[in-house]
């Protein structure tokens, strides 16, 4: 397997399942990728040093899934400057995922985070967005991105 491009951080272990879409969609575009399970809370120093060193370890976009208060998007943008793709997460109790959004959405600015939809569509969309974003640099993932889309737009 080629050097992943792609690092896919969550929350906790538990929150892998929810994370299958989008590891279904980078697999079928060609998009090496590697999964981590971190927490901004109960491990931040793991998840700085993680985010630090992220693009010297060949990474060019990050996607950060998480429920609740869902900072792990933010605390990986505010020790990098690659992008970043949030994928909040219904996992809490509180407002099926509301809550999530907004962890994922308002960050100050100057540390942004993209975010998708709650659940699945958004864990498949976080994976077409990192595609779309690297296909700006490798030829192979453009023309397997181009050739979902034109598929997808056939019906």
Request: neutral net charge; hydrophobic residues 45%.
């Amino acid at each position: 397997m080629a050097n992943p491009l792609v690092a896919i951080l969550m929350g906790s272990a538990n929150d892998e399942p929810l994370l299958e879409p989008t590891k279904k969609v980078l697999d079928e575009l060609g998009v090496p990728y590697v999964v981590r399970a971190m927490s901004a809370h109960r491990t931040p120093d793991r998840v700085r040093e993680f985010a630090k060193r992220a693009e010297s370890d060949g990474l060019e976009v990050l996607i950060c899934a998480a429920g609740g208060a869902a900072h792990l998007p933010g605390a990986v943008a505010a020790n990098c400057t690659l992008p970043v793709i949030g994928i909040p997460l219904a996992s809490s109790e509180v407002a099926g995922g509301l809550d999530a959004i907004y962890g994922v959405l308002q960050m100050p600015p100057g540390v942004p985070v993209a975010g998708v939809a709650v659940g699945s569509w958004g864990a498949r969309n976080a994976a077409y967005l990192a595609a779309s974003i690297l296909a700006l640099k490798h030829p192979d993932i453009r023309e397997a991105y181009k050739a979902f889309r034109d598929k997808q737009s056939q019906g």
